[in-house]
């Protein structure tokens, strides 16, 4: 093992002696794996946003597929039985459509590579959607839906060759579907780009933007982001400065998060939605000897070499490992503090968990 080398800025894990929901004014709350997932109900979703809500906390549901409009977020919410309103949605479309505004004057044409949510997201911002790069227009936005196809991007690529503005609602290259991953925005983006050989405008997550631009709507001053993917949901609320609460409810699995990266990891973990209406156990850090230690709750871990070791029992072994919510929030931080003092490379076998709660 090499000599340490602390990393500044390193992240470790935040306690709450309060729920989250009275802890933090609003939350900015993922969807899909978090909310719901495809088109089954996530267990403990829909007690806990409407908990929240009875807390007093502001809701804002932010969401990287610019297809749905507003309306149609509530309708899926409601499917749910999560209580929502249209004005406490805040898709990729409106964010491109707001980051549109930085550049292009009111009642600019604008063509559309994409479905009715971001033609309304457009038109809300004041812009004049057209259809034909023959009207000349202004901006090019590109967003996810299925009726996109070589026709609306090939008249994308004349108008952008035309010099018009190319934006992205953001750049997911896939898209999970009940099947597997299909492809995202950011793969059909990529078809035009390679086309034009110009680098588009980009919104959604992980970009701050979105963050910063759905707090400006939905107020309050002491937001917590909620999410299931690291590498958009917390990167973004990271770059935008806001603590994240991750949910093993999607795509990102513990050990995932164990293993992440500073700019990926989470203030908070929990398995579920439950974690907004309950207090968090402050993480408490020992020293003994060359040991470090970490203590969540009643559950310690600390790393020996390259094994870890959970509540002096036996090194963590095997192919799959059940432990408790506290022990994965004890191990996360130990972990964590490993990789930033000694790099990625002497990362310790870590195997899959399950975290039971």
């Not at 491109?96 to 063509?111: C, F």
């Not at 034009?196 to 979105?210: D, V």
């Not at 002491?222 to 991750?246: C, E, Q």
């Not at 470090?292 to 559950?299: N, P």
Request: include cysteine.
């Amino acid at each position: 093992m090499t000599e340490p080398s602390p990393t500044p800025g390193s992240s470790l894990l935040l306690g709450s002696e309060s729920p989250l929901a009275e802890t933090y004014d609003v939350a900015l709350l993922d969807l899909d794996g978090v909310c719901f997932a495809g088109d089954s109900s996530v267990d403990h979703a829909a007690d806990s946003v409407n908990g929240a809500r009875a807390r007093g906390m502001r809701l804002s549901f932010i969401t990287n597929n610019a297809s749905r409009a507003p309306q149609s977020v509530v309708d899926k919410l409601a499917d749910n039985d999560i209580r929502a309103s249209s004005g406490e949605v805040f898709s990729a479309a409106m964010d491109a459509a707001a980051l549109l505004r930085d550049h292009l004057a009111e009642g600019s044409p604008v063509l559309v590579v994409g479905g009715q949510g971001l033609r309304e997201a457009l038109t809300a911002e004041g812009f004049a959607v057209v259809d034909s790069a023959d009207r000349q227009p202004a901006a090019v936005v590109q967003g996810w839906d299925p009726a996109v196809d070589w026709a609306m991007m090939s008249e994308g690529l004349y108008a952008i060759a035309d010099g018009a503005i190319h934006v992205a609602t953001n750049l997911d290259a896939t898209l999970p579907t009940e099947r597997g991953f299909a492809l995202g925005n950011g793969s059909l983006v990529a078809a035009i780009t390679n086309a034009s050989g110009r680098e588009p405008l980009a919104g959604g997550k992980p970009f701050p933007g979105i963050y910063e631009r759905a707090l400006a709507r939905a107020g309050g001053s002491k937001p917590l982001a909620v999410g299931d993917r690291l590498n958009t949901d917390h990167v973004g609320a990271r770059a935008a400065g806001i603590p994240g609460l991750h949910v093993l409810t999607g795509v990102n699995t513990a050990r995932d998060v164990v293993l992440a990266q500073p700019e990926e990891r989470p203030a908070y973990l929990h398995t579920d939605l439950r974690g907004l209406l309950e207090p968090h156990p402050e993480p408490v850090h020992e020293r003994h000897g060359e040991e470090s230690l970490w203590t969540v709750g009643e559950a310690h871990c600390g790393i020996r070499g390259d094994s870890v070791i959970l509540n002096d029992e036996e090194a963590l072994t095997g192919q799959e490992a059940e432990i408790t919510l506290d022990a994965y929030r004890a191990l996360a931080c130990a972990v964590w503090e490993h990789l930033d003092t000694y790099g990625a490379a002497s990362a310790p076998n870590i195997p899959d968990l399950r975290v039971w709660n």
